[in-house]
């Protein structure tokens, strides 16, 4: 059963870049019947989507986010990695990494979230 599992630091600086991880266990990042993917909800909004790595290890993004972010992946590590420059309060919030079935297109497996809060 796989099981995603995000981290990084809980408070950044308005200006700074944000940096998270999603640490895969039990399947592999390479595994072509997947991509794997970030999301965010801010405080008392709904989920936003951000990305999401296909196997190639091509990202794609949010038109409203894409110049701001970065999706990789490290494969030894069977990580990937989020990267939003210049971030401002309006980036608070609940970041999630997520796997999504190419098949039906699910967002099938989650991790448990970690709260961002951007504040100087």
């Known amino acids: 059963q796989v099981q995603l599992h995000e981290s990084g630091p809980g408070l950044v600086k308005p200006s700074q870049t944000l940096s998270l991880t999603c640490t895969i266990s039990?399947?592999?990042?390479?595994?072509?019947?997947?991509?794997w993917s970030w999301i965010r909800q801010p405080p008392g909004k709904g989920l936003e989507w951000i990305g999401y790595?296909?196997?190639?290890?091509?990202?794609y993004y949010s038109p409203s986010l894409e110049s701001r972010s970065s999706i990789s992946r490290d494969t030894p590590k069977n990580q990937f990695s989020l990267q939003l420059s210049s971030v401002t309060p309006e980036d608070t919030a609940v970041y999630y990494c997520?796997?999504?079935?190419?098949?039906?297109?699910?967002?099938?497996?989650w991790g448990q979230g970690t709260q961002v809060t951007v504040s100087p």
């Open positions: 790595l296909v196997n190639s290890g091509n990202a």
């Open positions: 997520a796997r999504i079935t190419l098949s039906t297109l699910d967002f099938g497996s």
């Open positions: 039990g399947d592999s990042i390479t595994n072509s019947a997947y991509y």
